[in-house]
Nanobody, 125 residues
Framework: VQLVESGGGLVQAGGSLRLSCAAS????????IDWFRQAPGKMREGVSC????????YYADSVKGRFTISRDNAKNTVYLQMNSLKPEDTAVYYC???????????????????WGQGTQVAVSS
């Protein structure tokens, strides 16, 4: 199993970035996929999830209305479009295969079966 994130970078507050996650080594379309983030000194936060069943999307309150998750099963890729970025969005962003369903995003600590190496997002004020 391999998950490879890309698209991170440095952006000013109010700007946008689009993260990509290329997956291989498993039947991508059969799995929910998360994006989570980890900032220094902070707990890991599940940011968004997209379901395998019908591509339903779920978001943490902190990003709702600003971030959009999508997937392309033909390309084994999941995306995270991030708009109206804020300094508090600064973190390393990871895509991951969650152990619990998308619908439980925000109800507790999420655990993951597999995750990538992460991509750094830095938002300057």
């Amino acid at each position: 199993v391999q998950l490879v994130e890309s698209g991170g970078g440095l952006v000013q507050a109010g700007g946008s970035l689009r993260l990509s996650c290329a997956a291989s080594g498993f039947t991508f379309g059969d799995y929910d996929i998360d994006w989570f983030r980890q900032a220094p000194g902070k707990m890991r936060e599940g940011v968004s999830c997209i379901s395998s069943v019908d591509a339903s999307t779920y978001y943490a309150d902190s990003v709702k209305g600003r971030f959009t998750i999508s997937r392309d099963n033909a390309k084994n890729t999941v995306y995270l479009q991030m708009n109206s970025l804020k300094p508090e969005d600064t973190a390393v962003y990871y895509c991951a295969v969650p152990l619990i369903p998308c619908r439980d995003l925000g109800t507790g600590i999420r655990e993951y079966d597999y995750w990538g190496q992460g991509t750094q997002v830095a938002v300057s004020s």
